[in-house]
């Protein structure tokens, strides 16, 4: 038996040259991103539900299986009430819940759905998507019949939409800052709502979120892949736009460098070293096993 320094003052068992096995990592987890509404005041999707901590426990030689949610998706042009919620996101036995759907101005106009964090309200029913706790917060109101409210973020509410004199559509909520993978990003924020009349603007996206559309740019923008942003609303006149799909989910895992690697993975996650720190990124359904 052999022993040598490691970074942070760690001194760890060598035997035959096999560095000290990992006992615990550090995970992010966050789930898809929710779809949005087409429409005059197409609200937004809520950003997926994110989950973060240290001291996930290893069992060595137990295969872990890791989901990656695919964002929802957005009412098409001439469809009303077809936004889904985002999927969720697995890593073991942690799950981070999808994002809820925002709802469209027409059909009914039905409530916004939760997740893990809420869609937004549309113009015609301000009733807002709920968060759920621990993983996001809930979505923004609509007003009147021009403007959606924004989809909830991991980090705020979304915003509720301007006052009837200007119909701006909400703001998405603030996404959750990591910088698990070596670089700060920012996941999980909210999308922007959509606005209708010819002075308004959409509302913007946050932490990966999608803008709204406006008379000016119709349609919604999509949340960004791996982000687990919600979707920007639709704007303009009803069937004169559509929604778009949240943005889909990832699962990163990391723990200090001089422990052993993975002894085999799959779904082709992205490995590297940054700082002290062992790196894993997965984008696709897969597994990993120490």
């Known amino acids: 038996m052999t022993f040598q320094s490691h970074p942070g003052g760690f001194v760890g068992a060598q035997y035959n040259g096999l560095n000290y096995p990992v006992q615990t990592v550090e995970y992010l987890v966050v789930a898809g991103g929710g779809g949005s509404g087409q429409g005059t005041?197409?609200?937004?999707?809520?950003?997926?539900?994110?989950?973060?901590?240290?001291?996930?426990?290893?069992?060595?030689?137990?295969?872990?299986?890791?989901?990656?949610?695919?964002?929802?998706?957005?009412?098409?042009?001439h469809t009303v009430n077809t936004e889904t919620q985002g999927g969720n996101?697995?890593?073991?036995?942690?799950?981070a819940i999808g994002g809820g759907a925002g709802r469209?101005?027409?059909?009914?106009?039905?409530?916004?759905?939760?997740?893990?964090?809420?869609?937004g309200g549309?113009?015609?029913?301000?009733?807002?998507?709920?968060?759920?706790?621990?993983?996001g917060n809930n979505g923004g109101t609509g007003t009147g019949t021009f403007a959606g409210g924004g989809g909830g973020g991991a980090g705020s509410v979304g915003g509720n939409s301007s006052p009837p004199s200007s119909y701006n559509g909400g703001n998405g909520g603030a996404g959750v800052v990591s910088?698990?993978?070596?670089?700060?990003?920012?996941?999980?924020?909210?999308?922007?709502?959509?606005?209708?009349?010819?002075?308004s603007r959409g509302g913007l996206g946050s932490g990966g979120g999608g803008n709204g559309g406006s008379l000016n740019y119709l349609n919604g923008t999509a949340g960004t892949?791996?982000?687990?942003?919600?979707?920007?609303?639709?704007?303009?006149?009803?069937?004169?736009?559509?929604?778009?799909?949240?943005?889909?989910?990832?699962?990163?895992?990391?723990?200090?460098s001089y422990l052993s690697k993975a002894s085999a993975t799959t779904g082709s996650p992205t490995t590297y070293i940054a700082g002290q720190y062992r790196v894993y990124v997965f984008k696709a359904n897969g597994t990993i096993t120490f």
């Open 225 to 256: 892949a791996n982000t687990g942003g919600g979707a920007g609303g639709g704007g303009g006149g009803y069937n004169a736009s559509t929604g778009a799909a949240g943005g889909s989910g990832i699962v990163v895992i990391r723990y200090p």
């Open 104 to 119: 469209d101005s027409s059909g009914g106009s039905p409530n916004a759905a939760g997740g893990g964090s809420g869609g």
């Open 122 to 135: 549309n113009g015609n029913n301000t009733n807002i998507g709920l968060g759920t706790a621990g993983q």
């Open 89 to 95: 996101s697995v890593f073991g036995n942690i799950t």
């Open 179 to 199: 910088s698990i993978t070596g670089t700060p990003i920012q996941y999980a924020g909210g999308g922007g709502a959509g606005a209708g009349d010819t002075t």
């Open 41 to 77: 005041a197409g609200g937004a999707g809520g950003g997926g539900g994110l989950l973060t901590a240290t001291g996930y426990p290893i069992t060595i030689g137990s295969s872990i299986t890791v989901t990656i949610g695919a964002g929802g998706a957005g009412a098409g042009y």
